[in-house]
C-alpha cells in the first residue's frame, strides 16, 4: 500500500483491505491460542473478530455517505460514517466483558501454556499486517476526512498494543513459571480496549450531536471573514457543525443598506467562495443584513 497515493487509499479500498486483514490475523491469532492454549492469546483474537465485524460495517456505511442528496435528505448521508463509529465501539465493549469473563475464570484455575514461540510468532507477524494497515487508514483519514478510518485506524493501533502487551506477558509467564499472569495480561488487555470501546462511542455520540468543527478549521474561517471585513461590512452569529467529512457554517452579513441587492450579493458570493477554498468540504450559508438591522437569532421565544 504505501506506493499508492493517499488519494487512491479511498474509504472503500481500505475498508475492503481491513476486511482481508481482519480474516488473515483472525486465523493466525487463533491458531496461536490452539496451540498455547494461552487466555492472552484468546483475547487477541477475538479482538480480531471485532476489527472484522467493525470493517464489514464501516464499509457499508462510508458507502452510503457517499450517496448524493435528496429530496429525504437534502444535506446528504455523511452522517452515516458515526454510526460506523459507535457500532464499532459497541462491539469493542462487548469483546472485553467477554475477555474479562473468560480471564476471570483462567485467573481461579490457571492453566499451563505450551509451545509459546509459535504462539508469539504467529501473534508478531499478525500485529504487522495490522501496523502497516492502521498507518494506512490514519494517513487516508486525514486527506478523506473520514470518521470511519479514523475509528478503524485506532482500533487497530489498540489491537497492536494488545499483541505486544499479550507478547510481553506471555513471554513473562514462560520465563517465571508465574501462571496467573497470563490471566492478568488477558484483563489489562481488556480494560485498554473498555476504554477505546468507550471513546468511540463518546466520539459518535458527538457528531450525531452537530459538534461543532475542529479548532484549527474554526480558526481558518475567522482569518478568511478578517480579509472581508471593513467599517462598512461586519460579521456575527457565526455557527459551525460537523457532519462527517463535511463541514458547515451559517453567519450574518451586514452591509450598508444604500448597497443594491446586486452588489450585496456579489460581495456575499466572494466570502462564501473564499471560506469554501479555505476549507474544502465546507458549506457555507450567509444571511444578508443591513448594517442598521440586529437579528434576533437568540431571542427567548426561538429556544421555546
Same mark, same amino acid.
Given at each position: 500500500?504505501p506506493? &499508492? @497515493? ?7 479500498? %481500505?475498508?475492503? =483491505?481491513?476486511?482481508g486483514? #481482519?480474516?488473515? *490475523? $483472525? ?14 492469546? &484468546? @483475547?487477541?483474537a477475538?479482538?480480531?473478530?471485532v476489527? %472484522?465485524?467493525? =470493517?464489514?460495517?464501516?464499509? #457499508?456505511?462510508? *458507502? $452510503?455517505a457517499?450517496?448524493p ?5 437534502p ?8 454510526f460506523s ?13 467477554a ?5 476471570g475464570?483462567?485467573?481461579?484455575n490457571p ?10 510468532g504467529?501473534?508478531?507477524i ?13 494517513s ?14 485506532k482500533?487497530?493501533v ?11 506477558g ?12 497470563d ?10 480496549i ?11 455520540s458527538?457528531?450525531?450531536m452537530?459538534?461543532a ?16 471585513e471593513?467599517?462598512?461590512?461586519r ?32 460581495v ?15 458549506r457555507?450559508?450567509?444571511?444578508l443584513?443591513?448594517?442598521?438591522v440586529?437579528s434576533h ?8
Amino acid at each position: 500500500m504505501p506506493f &499508492l @497515493s493517499l488519494q487512491a487509499l479511498t474509504p472503500q479500498r %481500505l475498508l475492503k =483491505a481491513s476486511i482481508g486483514v #481482519a480474516v488473515l *490475523t $483472525i486465523v493466525l491469532k487463533t491458531w496461536a491460542w490452539y496451540i498455547t492454549d494461552s487466555v492472552g492469546l &484468546l @483475547s487477541d483474537a477475538m479482538e480480531s473478530f471485532v476489527n %472484522l465485524a467493525s =470493517a464489514m460495517f464501516g464499509l #457499508a456505511m462510508v *458507502t $452510503i455517505a457517499q450517496r448524493p442528496a435528496d429530496d429525504d435528505h437534502p444535506y446528504g448521508h455523511h452522517k452515516a460514517e458515526y454510526f460506523s463509529s459507535g457500532f464499532e465501539g459497541a462491539l469493542i465493549i462487548a469483546a472485553a466483558l467477554a475477555i474479562i469473563w473468560a480471564a476471570g475464570h483462567r485467573l481461579i484455575n490457571p492453566q499451563p501454556i505450551q509451545q509459546v514461540g509459535w504462539g508469539l510468532g504467529l501473534s508478531v507477524i499478525s500485529s504487522a499486517f495490522n501496523g502497516l494497515l492502521a498507518w494506512a487508514m490514519f494517513s487516508s483519514a486525514r486527506v478523506h476526512r473520514s470518521m470511519a478510518l479514523q475509528a478503524g485506524a485506532k482500533h487497530l493501533v489498540t489491537d497492536v498494543w494488545t499483541s505486544v502487551g499479550v507478547v510481553v506477558g506471555i513471554t513473562a509467564v514462560a520465563l517465571t513459571g508465574w501462571l496467573w499472569l497470563d490471566a492478568v495480561v488477558a484483563i489489562g488487555v481488556a480494560l485498554n480496549i473498555l476504554r477505546e470501546g468507550l471513546h468511540l462511542v463518546w466520539r459518535s455520540s458527538q457528531g450525531l450531536m452537530d459538534e461543532a468543527v475542529e479548532p484549527e478549521v474554526l480558526d481558518e474561517i475567522k482569518k478568511t471573514l478578517q480579509g472581508f471585513e471593513h467599517p462598512t461590512i461586519r460579521f456575527d452569529h457565526l455557527a459551525t457543525r460537523r457532519s462527517g467529512k463535511r463541514r458547515f457554517v451559517d453567519l450574518h452579513m451586514h452591509m450598508p443598506p444604500a448597497w443594491s441587492l446586486g452588489r450585496a450579493a456579489a460581495v456575499r458570493a466572494s466570502v462564501e467562495q473564499a471560506l469554501m477554498s479555505a476549507v474544502p468540504g465546507l458549506r457555507a450559508t450567509i444571511q444578508l443584513l443591513p448594517s442598521d438591522v440586529e437579528s434576533h437569532f437568540d431571542a427567548e421565544r426561538d429556544l421555546i
